[in-house]
């Protein structure tokens, strides 16, 4: 069955450094999204992608964040200099189709540690 | 703003007996409303959803959920837990606006043999 993969799995990093956190859609897929969830907090949307340019984003993704589709199937989320606050888990999902019935489909998260 | 709330953070049950997790929501209109389970080291999976028609919705591995719009709420339910049910289970709604998720904060469920 097809799924959603997301690498590293796990990443530490020092504040101030930049990452990337890679995501690979599910191959069919047009829609693509990230969210995060902070330790003991709500799963968060970050941001949505449709046809290689950002639909919606959320107030949390701000210019230290940003998003792209570099080949035809990885997807990645870059926090430009990382803060202590972005340590959280970072999830990838994405979705065949427009429409607010249909499922998004989830990778397993990337945990950020930012030291 | 639409809102998800899950009141329960952590719940108990036997294997064998009945589960009920609840889940509230804010919206003005009816939403489209989902729960989706995280077991440890896994993405998010979908159990159900509900978008239109019969209230009652029937999902993957014996759970159903139940919407009810005089109680903005739509719970999930299962006669019977098994050992291998206990992870994270999220409520979450779509409004149709916008394609995004907004999630509650979860409900950990822990079975005891």
């Known amino acids: ?115 | 703003a639409q809102s998800v709330t899950q009141p329960d953070i952590h719940i108990t049950v036997s294997e064998g007996a009945s589960l009920e997790l609840r889940c509230n929501y804010s919206y003005g209109a009816t939403p489209y409303l989902f729960w989706y389970v995280q077991s440890p080291g896994q993405g998010l999976q979908l159990l159900l959803k509900y978008f239109s028609g019969d209230t009652l919705v029937q999902g993957i591995k014996g759970f159903e959920a139940e919407f009810k719009r005089s109680q903005s709420s739509f719970n999930l339910r299962k006669p019977s837990v098994h050992w291998s049910d206990a992870a994270e289970y999220f409520c979450a709604l779509n409004t149709g606006t916008a394609s995004k998720l907004t999630f509650g904060t979860g409900t950990r469920l822990q079975v005891t043999l």
């Open chain 1, 1 to 115: 069955e097809p799924e959603v993969t997301q690498t590293p799995s796990h990443q530490v990093t020092q504040m101030g450094q930049e990452v990337i956190l890679r995501c690979v859609p599910i191959s069919n897929h047009l829609y693509f999204y990230w969210y995060r969830q902070i330790l003991g907090q709500k799963v968060e949307f970050l941001v949505s992608f449709y046809n290689n340019e950002i639909s919606e984003k959320s107030e949390i993704f701000d210019d230290q964040f940003s998003v792209e589709r570099p080949d035809g199937s990885n997807f990645t989320l870059k926090i430009r200099s990382t803060k202590l606050e972005d340590s959280a888990m970072y999830f990838c999902a994405s979705r065949p189709r427009q429409g607010a019935y249909d499922e998004q489909f989830f990778g397993p998260g990337t945990r950020l540690t930012v030291l």
